[in-house]
């Protein structure tokens, strides 16, 4: 390994993940990346490596799957447990619906995923830390966890739970020296719509019209300056949005002329 200090960041394949993956890595981290597509993981490593020079280690499965996230992170290598900074990361929003036509499927992906896979990777991933005494977890939340929007529900509630956890993990983690962050972006143009309606291209770049939007390289910035404060100082609670965001309900958007 080529440095002394290592990342550990969940949803690295696309977005908010490849991003903060490729900003550590160009300031000599090594990296600890996760996701659920083999190929685009194992592809993401080699570029890194190509490009920086930096140790990368890819672990492929899904953070629903608490087994599988067991089986990888306890099998670790000894050099590798050694994690000073962890990334929840994976996340997503699945359907556009009010409650009363809400689509059970689209509440499971989201609940599974935002709440009970970070909660399966942190579970493994903090006695490592207590035992060092050292860490800084670093969760992404959203500013839907702080203000609720209409056919927004699940995916408010499930980040108003990152939200909360964050908050718990604080106090949990406080005898133990471990930092905990919790960072929540606005609007970002990355592939969160895509997936949210389920593959439809156009109304997804619709989303984003009319204004600039945050891109994934914006959080990834926020990331690296939060997990590199001083030892005594601690970004508790980011909220990051473009200019042209107020809350998840109000933007001033610009017509096309």
């Known amino acids: ?66 087994d599988a996230v067991t089986q990888a992170i306890n099998t670790l290598p000894h050099d590798w447990k050694q994690i000073d900074v962890l990334v929840n990361n994976a996340g997503l929003a699945s359907g556009v619906n009010t409650i009363q036509e809400g689509d059970f499927n689209d509440w499971d992906r989201m609940i599974d995923t935002n709440i009970k896979g970070l909660l399966n990777v942190s579970r493994c991933i903090m006695p490592m830390m207590i035992h060092r005494k050292k860490g800084h977890i670093v969760n992404i939340g959203s500013v839907a966890g702080k203000t609720v929007y209409l056919k927004g529900n699940v ?12 908050q718990a993990m604080r106090i949990d983690m406080l005898p133990h ?16 719509s895509l997936v949210r309606l389920h593959g439809d291209e156009k109304a997804a770049a619709k989303i984003y019209e009319g204004y600039d939007p945050l891109v994934a390289q914006d959080i990834a910035d926020a990331v690296y300056f939060a997990a590199t404060r001083p030892e005594h100082v601690v970004l508790n609670d980011i909220v990051i949005t473009s200019k042209a965001q107020a809350n998840p309900y109000y933007f001033h958007k610009q017509s096309a002329t």
């Open 1 to 66: 390994m080529t440095s002394s200090k290592t990342i550990f960041v969940t949803g690295a394949t696309s977005g908010f993940g490849k991003s903060i993956a490729f900003t550590f890595a160009q300031h000599g981290w090594n990296l600890i990346i996760s996701g659920r597509r083999t190929s685009r993981l194992e592809a993401i490593a080699d570029e890194i490596r190509e490009q920086y020079n930096v140790a990368v280690l890819t672990l492929c499965f899904d953070v629903r799957d608490r």
């Open 155 to 166: 995916y408010c509630a499930t980040k108003a739970a990152v939200d909360a956890l964050s």
């Open 177 to 192: 020296g471990i930092k905990v962050t919790c960072l929540h972006p606005g609007s970002a143009e990355t592939e969160f």
